[in-house]
């Protein structure tokens, strides 16, 4: 081993101690910590190896492409979540979503991803040190994982090697190869969405741990994928060329499709849209209609014969209202659906109100409800 390589090696073998330390004796590298941690391991490489700069020839196409594949995802988890519900976010943009998640993770994925790739270049393809890096990075992605982690039994050492291990190996193995071919600002990009849609987005799918962990686990196995082919074809300029102007519409419609249907599912914005699993408004509207609901509070101007859009036992329900009574300055709505005899029997208090049905969209909400009964099952 070279003299710049052995002192690569103890540097990575410095930095893997104190991260096992924080993984088997005590977590003192979390959240904002873990950020400086990585800011003055940063800072100390330059000092004693100096940085590379990430000049690659297909980083442009490489940056796109993971945008596109990344877009991709969240609009068929979105999608997926209309099957089986949303959940708000607690933290959307909030100060305790900005101290403890927003910029530590930002903050972690920029430094790692930036110490990965000088680590990488200076390591000149030594395999030891790549392995030592693939470690090291790994253990940063698990290390608070480990320590906090329940390892009583057979059961849970499992669900941690699958909720965390195996997302951590295919995410690291992805890094190591897209930053050694293409630099780091994809892998930051990459880093960055993933982890902040949660906090940044006002709702996300209300999807099982094995669902997330399993999309962790295979979204970096296709990125490595289009990686390994846009390197492969990194002199064929003709492809180059017509894989930009694909590249660049596909990223375009998919932002836009990812936003409508955030916009329409999350509840947060005026407007927002909501498919109908019942025939309690026939022939009004239909089982599998879309109905357009309009976020409002001006309660007095409510009107008898309006269509109300309500929260009950965790239900949104599109019930007619029927009438409605003012009680020291808080209204009570009464509702019926059209096709229903009797009214229902409870009352409708303002905070269960989402709004007042607008418009109707006959029939495309059907492949919701079926997909929701099919879940059910």
């Given at each position: ?307 109300l859009a309500y929260e009950y036992h965790n239900i949104i329900v599109i019930h007619r209202i029927s009438k409605m009574v003012k009680v020291d300055d808080e209204y009570y709505f009464y509702t019926k659906g059209d096709a229903n005899i009797e009214e229902d029997n409870y009352i409708i208090k303002q905070d ?26």
């Amino acid at each position: 081993m070279k003299k710049g390589e052995f002192r690569l090696f103890i540097y990575g073998l410095l930095l893997l101690l104190v991260l096992l330390l924080n993984s088997f004796v005590v977590s003192f590298l979390t959240g904002i910590y873990m950020s400086l941690f990585l800011g003055v391991m940063l800072i100390i490489f330059k000092v004693i190896f100096g940085f590379e700069k990430s000049n690659y020839r297909v980083t442009k196409e490489i940056v796109l492409d993971t945008l596109i594949v990344v877009l991709v995802f969240l609009l068929a988890f979105y999608l997926f979540g209309l099957i089986i519900g949303f959940a708000k976010t607690g933290n959307f943009f909030t100060g305790v979503g900005l101290i403890n998640y927003l910029i530590p993770i930002t903050l972690n994925v920029i430094f790692k991803e930036i110490l990965r790739f000088n680590y990488l270049v200076k390591s000149d393809n030594n395999k030891k040190l790549i392995v030592l890096c693939f470690l090291i990075f790994s253990f940063i992605d698990l290390s608070n994982s480990i320590f906090y982690g329940n390892f009583s039994d057979i059961v849970h050492i499992f669900k941690f090697f699958a909720l965390s291990i195996l997302p951590t190996i295919t995410y690291n193995i992805y890094a190591i190869y897209a930053n050694k071919n293409a630099g780091y600002k994809s892998v930051i990009i990459y880093g960055v969405i993933i982890g902040l849609y949660a906090y940044i987005i006002p709702i996300v799918p209300n999807a099982d741990e094995y669902v997330t962990s399993l999309i962790r686990f295979l979204l970096p196995v296709v990125l490595l994928y289009r990686i390994y082919n846009t390197v492969k074809n990194e002199n064929d300029e003709k492809i180059e060329r017509e894989y930009n102007k694909k590249d660049y519409i596909s990223l375009i419609v998919c932002t836009f499709i990812v936003c409508v249907l955030v916009y329409f599912s999350s509840g947060y914005f005026k407007y927002h849209a909501i498919a109908i699993a019942t025939g309690s408004m026939s022939p009004n509207i239909e089982r599998g209609d879309v109905v357009i609901v309009k976020k409002r509070n001006d309660y007095e101007n409510f009107k008898v014969g309006e269509v109300l859009a309500y929260e009950y036992h965790n239900i949104i329900v599109i019930h007619r209202i029927s009438k409605m009574v003012k009680v020291d300055d808080e209204y009570y709505f009464y509702t019926k659906g059209d096709a229903n005899i009797e009214e229902d029997n409870y009352i409708i208090k303002q905070d269960m109100i989402e709004g007042t049905v607008g418009t109707r969209i006959p029939y495309i909400g059907m492949p919701t409800v079926w997909l929701n009964e099919m879940w059910e099952e």
